[in-house]
């Protein structure tokens, strides 16, 4: 991922909610977060095509990681 997102988007998307005091580095930690959220999810869809034996990660094998992680989330 060599694009990030622009600082002052997120940082406009953040403080919508007024009521809630924004550190300084905040939309860098959502960023970071981001990537971590994103890392897991490949390293899980790999995991589940290997489990299927094929040699690529397919949609279907991320669609099926993703529904568990948002249910697991969810609990």
Same mark, same amino acid.
């Given at each position: 991922?060599s694009k990030k997102a622009p600082r002052? &988007? @997120? $940082? %406009?998307?953040?403080? $919508?909610? /007024?009521?809630?005091?924004?550190? +300084?580095? &905040?939309?860098l930690m959502a960023q970071l977060n @981001?990537? !971590? !959220?994103?890392?897991? %999810?490949?390293e899980e869809s790999r995991v589940k =095509?290997?489990?299927?034996?094929?040699? /690529?990660? +397919?949609? #279907? #094998?991320?669609? &099926? !990681? =993703?529904? $568990?992680? @948002?249910?697991? /989330?969810?609990?």
């Open positions: 991922m002052a &988007a @997120l $940082k %406009l998307h953040m403080k $919508k909610n /007024t009521n809630i005091r924004i550190g +300084k580095n &905040a939309d @981001l990537l !971590v !959220v994103l890392h897991r %999810l490949a =095509a290997f489990e299927e034996k094929s040699a /690529t990660i +397919k949609v #279907h #094998h991320v669609r &099926a !990681v =993703a529904k $568990k992680m @948002l249910k697991s /989330t969810r609990g």
